[in-house]
């Protein structure tokens, strides 16, 4: 059975909820264990969703294939005998578009420090590589330190797939998945020339107070914040609603910043293609 890894921003929590809870063809859904996907496994539980979780380093123990991948070498050797070729066939055809899926959720604050956000991404890759066909970048380009993933792992073995918007591509960022694609995001920040605007999605508006006490980013400091240059609040819809105090959450942020409230219409809709897409070219290149 294919085995798609993803590895995903914390900030694209929601986004992740929805697209796996939304996919019927998943065979098993493995949930690596960590103190940052409590929130995580409950929104996918309120859609009817239940992984399994374990820690990273016994998911191998959870993907072990009724037939061993030199099994099918052999047995592909042998397909012209017609006894063996049905039953090659029998297997291929149980399996269809079912797929396991590994999802492997980042801490949020990891952007504070983009060394180690780097650092964290890439130890991740090498060691989901070792039992996946392929793995889906959750991430934007996060600053460009994100940027050169694909060229780092050129030799890899295992295909990286990745966020893009309707261009082709790679997404800059959380907020610009939400908006609909990087010309999007310029075209927002565009149309707020001249005032300083704090993008929220519905994770950033419920995650703001955390991520500043636990970082040393100046994005989330208080007296950064408090710069009379930073005037709005743009309050991104995504669609998506597991997060039922979203205009709460924003309301407050606006008023301890003195920002004024501007909508934004986002939608999931990046997350979802670039989902479909990893999952079809896992199946193509097997």
Not at 114 to 133: C, G, H, I, P, Q
Not at 164 to 190: F, P, T, V, W
């Amino acid at each position: 059975m294919p085995v798609l890894s993803i590895i995903a921003c914390g900030m694209l929590e929601d986004e992740l909820a929805h697209v796996l809870s939304e996919d019927r063809e998943i065979k098993q859904l493995i949930v690596v264990e960590n103190r940052n996907n409590f929130g995580f496994l409950r929104k996918l539980r309120s859609e009817n969703c239940t992984p399994r979780t374990v820690p990273l380093d016994r998911v191998p123990m959870l993907l072990k294939p009724g037939f061993s991948p030199d099994f099918k070498t052999i047995l592909k050797l042998f397909l012209p005998f017609s006894f063996l070729g049905k039953i090659h066939e029998k297997i291929e055809s149980k399996a269809g578009n079912k797929i396991n899926v590994v999802a492997n959720l980042m801490r949020p604050g990891l952007h504070s420090d983009l060394e180690l956000l780097k650092s964290e991404v890439y130890k991740n890759v090498r060691e989901m590589a070792t039992f996946s066909d392929g793995i889906l970048i959750f991430y934007g380009t996060c600053g460009h330190v994100l940027g050169k993933l694909e060229e780092d792992f050129a030799g890899l073995g295992c295909p990286l797939f990745f966020m893009k918007d309707k261009d082709g591509e790679i997404i800059e960022d959380c907020i610009s998945a939400a908006l609909g694609g990087n010309d999007a995001y310029a075209g927002a920040m565009l149309a707020c020339r001249g005032k300083g605007t704090i993008y929220l999605t519905p994770m950033w508006a419920s995650s703001w107070k955390n991520l500043e006490k636990g970082s040393g980013s100046r994005d989330l400091s208080y007296r950064y914040l408090k710069n009379p240059r930073y005037c709005l609040a743009a309050k991104i819809e995504t669609g998506l609603s597991y997060e039922s105090d979203f205009h709460k959450n924003v309301q407050e942020f606006a008023l301890c910043f003195g920002m004024k409230i501007i909508d934004l219409k986002g939608s999931a809709e990046i997350a979802e293609e670039s989902y479909i897409a990893a999952k079809r070219n896992t199946l193509i290149n097997l």
